[in-house]
């Protein structure tokens, strides 16, 4: 099995920087991306390299670094040169321009579908046999029962699960705020350990065997199926999750340095493209009903391991991610509030 622990991949031959006029060159790219998105790069990047040189006659090497999400934003504004960032909110992607203005505040726009390529959900992952019993939210709480997630502080995954479980309490009680945050804090009770990303987390569930159930990603879920083998793990689809997106962005003032540009921009455009939708689809990731596929993937269709279900957005639920992060993450928000009653 592949290590999870590589945090920077050099995905597509040698780095040369300098060249013979009229020779082609070579440009490098560093995507700096979220905890789960490792295999789904090494995939792309390849993908990409080999289009941009027949179109080109260019080599284009993209190095990857992985980590927390939030952690990731925080070193591309402390000085990470990052060509393009592709992490698992738009919250984090909004800091890097508000907090280092390397990139305009209408980053969203420059892309389809606010810059998002792919959705997913958040999902529990289990042992054969599914032997807790765990079906639903409201199993998560029962006395006795391990479960395994990142740091919401750090984790873009981890944040996206407690808004699960916040939004899915809210939905079955009439919104009942109250009764949201008891359901967190009970939640958290039951978490033994914070990893700080979402690749940590399935690493302590899935190799170190902690834990009764992973709150993970989707595509991150199918991964852990795929990597120990059928029948070891199990995915448990609850009621109702959140609606997934995890944006792509270049970061103007790194590429225009770097003197990247157009080939950052055509690396994040390549992603909507079949040939990327197709990748996207093929590594666990969810295509919108609107997205391209190729000729083989229907479009709108999900493999049978993704079966439809019902799911509710950031912006219905919790008014966007600017006012989620203030509220629940915020340092003093409610997240910091609960998890000090552990």
């Given at each position: 099995?592949?290590?999870?622990?590589?945090?920077?991949?050099?995905?597509?031959?040698?780095?040369?920087?300098?060249?013979?006029?009229?020779?082609?060159?070579?440009?490098?790219?560093?995507?700096?991306?979220?905890?789960?998105?490792?295999?789904?790069?090494?995939?792309?990047?390849?993908?990409?390299?080999?289009?941009?040189?027949?179109?080109?006659?260019?080599?284009?090497?993209?190095?990857?670094?992985?980590?927390?999400?939030?952690?990731?934003?925080?070193?591309?504004?402390?000085?990470?040169?990052?060509?393009?960032?592709?992490?698992?909110?738009?919250?984090?992607?909004?800091?890097?321009?508000?907090?280092?203005?390397?990139?305009?505040?209408?980053?969203?726009?420059?892309?389809?579908?606010?810059?998002?390529?792919?959705?997913?959900?958040?999902?529990?992952?289990?042992?054969?046999?599914?032997?807790?019993?765990?079906?639903?939210?409201?199993?998560?709480?029962?006395?006795?029962?391990?479960?395994?997630?990142?740091?919401?502080?750090?984790?873009?995954?981890?944040?996206?699960?407690?808004?699960?479980?916040?939004?899915?309490?809210?939905?079955?009680?009439?919104?009942?705020?109250?009764?949201?945050?008891?359901?967190?804090?009970?939640?958290?009770?039951?978490?033994?350990?914070?990893?700080?990303?979402?690749?940590?987390?399935?690493?302590?569930?899935?190799?170190?065997?902690?834990?009764?159930?992973?709150?993970?990603?989707?595509?991150?879920?199918?991964?852990?199926?795929?990597?120990?083998?059928?029948?070891?793990?199990?995915?448990?689809?609850?009621?109702?999750?959140?609606?997934?997106?995890?944006?792509?962005?270049?970061?103007?003032?790194?590429?225009?340095?770097?003197?990247?540009?157009?080939?950052?921009?055509?690396?994040?455009?390549?992603?909507?493209?079949?040939?990327?939708?197709?990748?996207?689809?093929?590594?666990?990731?969810?295509?919108?009903?609107?997205?391209?596929?190729?000729?083989?993937?229907?479009?709108?269709?999900v493999k049978p391991s993704m079966p439809p279900i019902q799911t509710f957005s950031v912006e219905e639920v919790f008014g966007g991610w600017q006012k989620a992060q203030k509220t629940h993450f915020s340092d003093g928000g409610v997240f910091?509030?609960?998890?000090?009653?552990?």
């Amino acid at each position: 099995m592949k290590r999870f622990c590589h945090e920077v991949l050099v995905i597509a031959g040698a780095c040369i920087f300098f060249c013979l006029s009229g020779e082609a060159k070579t440009v490098t790219l560093l995507n700096v991306s979220y905890d789960p998105t490792r295999e789904l790069y090494q995939a792309v990047n390849k993908a990409f390299a080999k289009e941009w040189k027949q179109k080109t006659g260019d080599d284009v090497v993209i190095n990857q670094s992985h980590g927390g999400s939030g952690k990731q934003a925080r070193a591309v504004i402390d000085g990470l040169d990052a060509d393009v960032v592709t992490l698992a909110l738009s919250y984090d992607i909004d800091a890097i321009a508000e907090k280092a203005n390397l990139l305009p505040k209408t980053w969203q726009h420059r892309l389809p579908n606010n810059s998002t390529p792919y959705t997913s959900t958040i999902v529990f992952v289990v042992r054969k046999g599914n032997p807790k019993g765990i079906k639903d939210w409201q199993d998560l709480i029962r006395p006795g029962i391990s479960i395994v997630v990142a740091n919401p502080k750090t984790s873009g995954g981890a944040r996206w699960a407690y808004l699960a479980a916040w939004g899915a309490t809210l939905k079955s009680s009439h919104n009942d705020e109250a009764k949201a945050k008891e359901y967190i804090t009970k939640l958290f009770q039951n978490v033994p350990v914070l990893d700080s990303g979402a690749r940590g987390a399935t690493t302590t569930f899935v190799q170190r065997g902690i834990g009764d159930v992973l709150l993970a990603w989707e595509s991150e879920a199918i991964l852990s199926q795929r990597e120990f083998g059928a029948g070891q793990f199990e995915i448990v689809y609850p009621s109702i999750s959140i609606l997934t997106e995890p944006p792509v962005a270049v970061v103007d003032r790194v590429a225009a340095k770097h003197g990247t540009t157009e080939v950052a921009a055509a690396y994040l455009t390549f992603l909507f493209s079949p040939e990327g939708q197709r990748i996207g689809f093929e590594h666990g990731f969810r295509i919108r009903p609107e997205s391209p596929t190729s000729s083989d993937r229907p479009v709108g269709r999900v493999k049978p391991s993704m079966p439809p279900i019902q799911t509710f957005s950031v912006e219905e639920v919790f008014g966007g991610w600017q006012k989620a992060q203030k509220t629940h993450f915020s340092d003093g928000g409610v997240f910091d509030q609960i998890y000090g009653t552990k």
